[in-house]
Structure formats: C-alpha cells, structure tokens
C-alpha cells in the first residue's frame, strides 16, 4: 500500500486567487517543496498560471506533482450557476493537462449558513425544490469531471456551506451515482461540524477516494461556535492547528486506511490567514514530521 502526503496552497492562505494577501504561487511551490513534500493541489484556479508550460516547468523544477484541485464555489446559489461552471471547467482543464486526477467540489460558504457552522441543530435547510436543483448542479459538474476529462471527483464538506453537515452529506452520497461523485474527506471540518471523522470514515471508507488532513483546536472551536463567529475569522484565531495538536485521532486515521489498503494522495490543509499565520513554512514542516512520526511515509 502506498500512501502519499501532500500539500495545498490554502496551508499558506491562499483561499481566493485574486486576494491581494496571497503570496505569490512560486514561493508556495518552493515552501512546500522545502517543507519535504512531493505534490501539491492547484489552490483556486487562477492563482497558478493556467499556461500548462508555464506551470509545468515550474512544478518539475521543485520536484513537485500536481494532485488535484478545488472548485469551491456557491454551488447553493442558482443565479451563479455561470461562476461555478467557468471555475469548474478551468479546474478541470488545468488538471487534465498535468495529469492530476483529483477534482474536488465544494460548496462555498453561504450567508444563511455561516452563522450556525457548528451547530447542525440550529442550521437553516434547504426546502425539497431547492435541495433537488443543488444537488443536481453537484452532479452535473461531477459527471463533466468524471466522464469528460476521466478525474476522479470527490465532495468535500466544509463549514458555512450547505454540505457541512454529516446528514446532508450523507443524503447527497445516496441521491448521487458513486460513479461519478466520491467523496474527499477532510478530517477538519467534520470534526469542526460536531462530528466523528473516524466513525464515518469506517463507514464510507470504500467510497473515499482522497483525503485532507486537518486537525482542530478543540478551544478554540468551542469559542468561535459560542460566539457565532465567522468561518475566516475562525481561520485566523487558529482554529485550524498543527496536526497531531488538535481533536483529530490521526493514528486512528491511518488505522481506518490501512484496514482498507487506501492508496493514493492525502493532503495537508491548514487554512490560515496569510497575514496572521508568522511561519507557514515551518508549520508545514511540523505537519509532515508529525504524520512521519505515526507512520506515514
């Protein structure tokens, strides 16, 4: 069994590509080749050059394989249906032409939902109209990703979203084909929804096709849910710590992987504030060490 680890851009900040806060996308590569690491994703398209020369030159110079990339757009939103094709249809078309095979799909922090991330109890739903269309907006795009350009296309929970929760999540794998939607299990955030990572994991383990690696600081996700406080505020208070560090059982993690001889790419995400985060380079080396010291390799 091989299991390889990676890293994103999102580890140094980069959350949007235009965001002027951003550091520039070759010292992400060089950090994260400095860092130890030997794949990174995409981060938001635009942010690496969409010129596939440009690009691959610069990937082979840190000794760096592209693993895969995120559409993180208002999936919920009928009126952007253009915006989550245009992100969706460049990710892929980027990805395709270095090879990576990961497409991953995530529904962009909404305003009806942001206040209650962390509180599933509390969290406004989707009428049966509304959740039908959504879904099906999820399916299209998996469905161009999986059979158009042969990527392997996982949903990802994040917190804010309308797929945050673990019901939700859970409806979407039964309502859509596992031959075209998979899922990218992020640890962080399921931890960060009030829920076990490992428990659903051992459920669904033969239908994760991709992992990322995120730990949560346990007080500090009980005062951003108290407070109601916003997702990237939350990011800057360090909810997102260093692996190992947080609420997050990473050796029963591994554990659930290697009961189901899972191979391939797990990817280091931990979201900060580019300007708040004073060492992102010596965190991701923490990050790699720390997965080292409990067996991955």
Known sequence: MTIRIGNAPCSWGVEFADDAR???WRSVLKDCADAGYKGIELGPVGFMPEDPAQLGHA????DLELIGGVVFRPFHDPEAWDN????SVRTCKALAAHGAKHLVLIDSISPRRAPTAGRAAEAEQMDSAEW????????????MGAEEYDLTVGIHAHAAGFMDFEPELERLLDEVDEKILKICFDTGHHSYAGFDPVAFMQRHIGR???MHFKDIDPAVKADVIAKRTGFYDACGQGIFCNLGQGDVDFPAVRQVLLNAGFEGWCTVEQDCDPLLDPDPLGDARANREYLESIGFR
């Not at 990937?59 to 840190?62: I, W």
């Not at 989550?84 to 992100?87: F, K, L, P, S, T």
């Open 22 to 24: 951003n550091p520039t």
């Open 59 to 62: 990937l082979a110079e840190h």
């Open 84 to 87: 989550v094709m245009d992100g």
């Open 132 to 143: 039908t269309a959504y879904r099906d907006r999820i399916a299209t795009i998996a469905k």
């Open 208 to 210: 994760i096709s991709y």
